[in-house]
Nanobody, 123 residues
């Protein structure tokens, strides 16, 4: 099973940008669709973005569409989430997730999860 480690979280002012990364272990990274989810304090974890193995298909939550971009580099076993025009409501722990097969948007469709990285957006 793939193991995932996120990095790149931090504190940023509203309107700023941040890129979080997720490195996967194993030699079959390109077999996995990848996703980003987030969980704000007191709220359930929610879908943010997903990408298929070849980067030809991406999905975004309506709340981040036009501001966030998911991408991947299969040569580096890494998936990224570029976050622009950040808002205080984007504050959450961001989780990377992986699943074999096509990209999905439901939490239950993903098989492996990282430990999360905190993103805090100040107003």
């Amino acid at each position: 099973q793939v193991q995932l480690v996120e990095s790149g979280g931090g504190l940023v002012q509203a309107g700023g940008s941040l890129r979080v990364s997720c490195v996967a272990s194993g030699r079959t990274f390109s077999s996995y669709a990848m996703g980003w989810f987030r969980q704000a304090p007191g709220k359930e974890r929610e879908f943010v973005a997903a990408i298929n193995w070849s980067s030809t298909t991406t999905y975004y939550a309506d709340s981040v569409k036009g501001r966030f971009t998911i991408s991947r580099d299969n040569t580096k076993n890494t998936v990224y989430l570029q976050m622009n025009s950040l808002k205080p409501e984007d504050t959450a722990v961001y989780y990377c997730a992986a699943r074999l097969g096509i990209a999905r948007t439901r939490e239950g469709d993903f098989d492996a999860w990282g430990q999360g990285t905190q993103v805090t957006v100040s107003s």
